[in-house]
């Protein structure tokens, strides 16, 4: 191979002249384009080699030679040990040491291939100089690209082949011991020199001092280790390592889970930093937050978790809420930036733990007296600009359905969303609302449970607001048909899936054995106004009044278009008509799938579904002429 002699000739004339002779970048990338996994063998590894001795002297930009050996290393036939092979060894300490990017990223591109297999991750650990380099380049380097290539890496090999320190549950339920702990993680977590590295790093205390990083990139490497932590969770991180080297930070008998929650960030100067500690603690309220997923999931239910009780024990929960539901204790400056960070973390917890906060009295009702005040301030003008409170309204869809049922004592927010003027996302916290529950699978009985009741608040919630709002479909096929206004379209019909689609149940039928703080069907039809039951499932709501009188027309008409204007029209995927059109046959789609279960059920309804094949036959626009698509208009 011509192409390949060059190469090797180019290199030798670099490596006689470092200094003086440039590497050819466009021959170099003429190669990288050439070269695969069918390049022999024999010709890899001398171009390895050659590279190899070339960089420790090269006396200029490394780039082209370091994206070569990236390319030459590719292939998954390139194992680790071959890596290891090569010659002169690859010196890994080295390579992370130096103030090169290029080469900081090759060298962890070559180390990346011992994070597939579990025994070369134990070599890796044999080499405590090289894991010491790894996470100092990590926490310390000032390229970003770099820094996540070491977070990467670092977490690809305290978990190669998806094994790891996997916890299993003992007595009592909530205590968790690792049962196996690879080479890598014992490395890390009892080596007192690696581990108090990492202290050390992240730390404040050291801020300046001899061979410490400054105040503000300790303040980086705290991001990224807070990124890491929240990834490698379970009991050694919960827990005391090396009590010698924790005291020294003031951590008592929680390792580094305490470490990073109090003792490393300083949220009261700090407030980026205190943005990027609430998101962290909002990390860990997700029930799949580690990659260890063998932490035992009976565990974490809809009333509470380890990493709960860890917030609320050290008071942190309740410090992290108070930016949002007690605002008047802080500053303009820390609620600009941990207002939308507290709101975040409060949507959190509601959706993973909402029996735990319909429990938490002060907090339920803060919450939603609130959210009442907010929504209160909206003006009809602020709805129509599109002025939004979306932290709020995310607030507000990701409350259990129950907390949003009106009570004696407390009005429910959800009654002051409307659909005119109309507001993608208050359509859109509408959709969220009386869809219900996503489905959980592999979820206990008692999540099952705390699930059906969610299912029956959705649909409850979904005839109260009928109730209050008679207009509501009327409005909402209003937005739909202002096409000029798309993504508010697509909401309305987003909407109109929702309820399609909705995951309801029944409510109880009598009030004794009701624990729920549900009404009964029968309080639920007499507050409607309604002689009897009302519809059980969203496809049957549909198919009654109001929206049997709005909604069906809507979606059985042609679709609207611009094709009479210039920049859209009939086929036009990437005009607002064709996508608005493509979501309303979407949802015909998904009327006629739940016409067809209701079928299968009862055998009735087939006029109904004969009719929805008929349009649907039509396509996505409906079989109308290019001109005279009628556009919807703005009604404010």
């Given at each position: 191979m011509d192409l390949l002699e060059n190469i090797h000739t180019h290199l030798a004339e670099v490596a006689?002249?470092?200094?003086g002779k440039a590497l050819d970048e466009r021959l170099l990338e003429k190669f990288d384009g050439q070269v695969t996994e069918?390049?022999?063998?024999?010709?890899?590894?001398?171009?390895?080699?050659?590279l190899a001795n070339l960089l420790p002297t090269l006396q200029q930009d490394p780039t082209p030679a370091t994206t070569l050996i990236q390319v030459l290393v590719?292939?998954?036939?390139?194992?680790?040990?071959?890596?290891?092979?090569?010659?002169?060894?690859?010196?890994?300490?080295?390579?992370?040491?130096?103030?090169?990017?290029?080469?900081?990223?090759?060298?962890?591109?070559?180390?990346?291939?011992?994070?597939?297999?579990?025994?070369?991750?134990?070599?890796?650990?044999?080499?405590?100089?090289?894991?010491?380099?790894?996470?100092?380049?990590?926490?310390?380097?000032?390229?970003?690209?770099?820094?996540?290539?070491?977070?990467?890496?670092?977490?690809?090999?305290?978990t190669a082949e998806g094994e790891g320190p996997e916890c299993i549950a003992v007595e009592p339920a909530d205590h968790y011991e690792p049962y196996h702990q690879s080479l890598m993680w014992r490395r890390v977590f009892r080596d007192k020199d690696i581990y108090g590295s990492i202290y050390e790093i992240c730390s404040l205390s050291t801020a300046g001092q001899d061979g410490q990083l400054s105040k503000r990139d300790k303040t980086v490497a705290q991001a990224r280790f807070l990124d890491l932590l929240a990834k490698i969770d379970c009991q050694s991180v919960r827990t005391s390592q090396i009590a010698e080297i924790e005291s020294i930070y003031g951590v008592k008998n929680e390792g580094l889970l305490e470490f990073a929650s109090l003792r490393m960030v300083d949220h009261e100067d700090d407030v980026l930093m205190h943005m990027t500690l609430i998101d962290f603690f909002a990390e860990l309220l997700k029930p799949d937050h580690s990659k260890f997923q063998a932490l035992d999931i009976s565990a974490q239910t809809s009333h509470s978790s380890f990493t709960l009780e860890f917030l609320i024990r050290k008071g942190l929960h309740s410090r992290t809420l108070s930016y949002y539901l007690d605002s008047t204790?802080?500053?303009?400056?820390?609620?600009?930036?941990?207002?939308?960070?507290?709101?975040?973390?409060?949507?959190?917890?509601?959706?993973?733990?909402?029996?735990?906060?319909?429990?938490?009295?002060?907090?339920?009702?803060?919450?939603?007296?609130?959210?009442?005040?907010?929504?209160?301030?909206?003006?009809?003008?602020?709805?129509?600009?599109?002025?939004t409170p979306k932290h709020d309204l995310h607030v507000l869809a990701s409350l259990p359905g129950v907390a949003l049922l009106p009570?004696?004592?407390?009005?429910?927010?959800?009654?002051?969303?409307?659909?005119?003027?109309?507001?993608?996302?208050?359509?859109?916290?509408?959709?969220?609302?009386?869809?219900?529950?996503?489905?959980?699978?592999?979820?206990?009985?008692?999540?099952?449970?705390?699930?059906?009741?969610?299912?029956?608040?959705?649909?409850?919630?979904?005839?109260?607001?009928?109730?209050?709002?008679?207009?509501?479909w009327q409005d909402v096929v209003k937005a739909a048909e202002t096409v000029a206004l798309k993504d508010t379209a697509l909401a309305a019909i987003a909407l109109m899936e929702a309820v399609i689609s909705a995951s309801w149940d029944?409510?109880?039928?009598?009030?004794?054995?009701?624990?729920?703080?549900?009404?009964?069907?029968?309080?639920?039809?007499?507050?409607?106004?309604?002689?009897?039951?009302?519809?059980?499932?969203?496809?049957?709501?549909?198919?009654?009044?109001?929206?049997l009188e709005t909604v069906l027309?809507?979606?059985?008409?042609?679709?609207?278009?611009?094709?009479?204007?210039?920049?859209?029209?009939?086929?036009?995927?990437?005009s607002a008509a064709y996508r608005v059109a493509a979501a309303k046959y979407d949802v015909l789609l998904s009327l006629k799938s739940r016409l067809k279960e209701v079928m299968q059920e009862t055998g009735q309804l087939g006029e109904v579904l004969a009719t929805v094949d008929k349009r649907l036959a039509l396509g996505v626009l409906g079989g109308?002429?290019?001109?005279?698509?009628?556009?919807g208009t703005l009604e404010l």
């Open positions: 006689a002249d470092p200094t069918a390049i022999a063998e024999p010709d890899r590894e001398k171009l390895l080699h050659q590719r292939p998954a036939s390139f194992t680790f040990s071959r890596v290891l092979d090569i010659k002169p060894p690859v010196d890994f300490t080295a390579g992370f040491s130096t103030p090169s990017p290029p080469i900081n990223f090759v060298t962890l591109c070559l180390l990346e291939k011992a994070k597939l297999r579990r025994s070369d991750a134990d070599i890796v650990a044999g080499k405590p100089d090289v894991v010491a380099s790894l996470i100092k380049l990590w926490l310390s380097t000032s390229d970003t690209a770099v820094s996540q290539k070491a977070h990467n890496v670092f977490l690809g090999l305290l204790k802080h500053s303009s400056l820390d609620l600009t930036y941990l207002y939308s960070r507290s709101a975040n973390y409060l949507s959190t917890y509601c959706s993973h733990y909402p029996t735990h906060f319909l429990s938490s009295s002060s907090v339920f009702k803060s919450t939603i007296l609130r959210l009442s005040e907010i929504l209160k301030q909206m003006s009809p003008g602020r709805w129509a600009q599109g002025l009570r004696p004592d407390l009005a429910s927010p959800l009654f002051m969303l409307t659909a005119k003027p109309p507001n993608e996302d208050a359509l859109q916290t509408l959709a969220t609302v009386f869809r219900g529950p996503k489905r959980q699978e592999g979820t206990s009985q008692l999540v099952s449970n705390d699930e059906s009741v969610q299912k029956s608040a959705a649909r409850a919630l979904y005839y109260l607001y009928l109730n209050n709002y008679p207009g509501m029944s409510l109880p039928s009598n009030v004794d054995n009701n624990q729920s703080g549900l009404p009964t069907e029968a309080q639920l039809a007499e507050t409607c106004h309604s002689s009897r039951s009302l519809p059980p499932t969203g496809i049957l709501a549909i198919l009654a009044p109001p929206a027309p809507y979606l059985f008409r042609p679709a609207q278009t611009f094709s009479n204007l210039v920049g859209g029209g009939k086929g036009d995927v990437e109308q002429n290019d001109i005279g698509g009628r556009i």
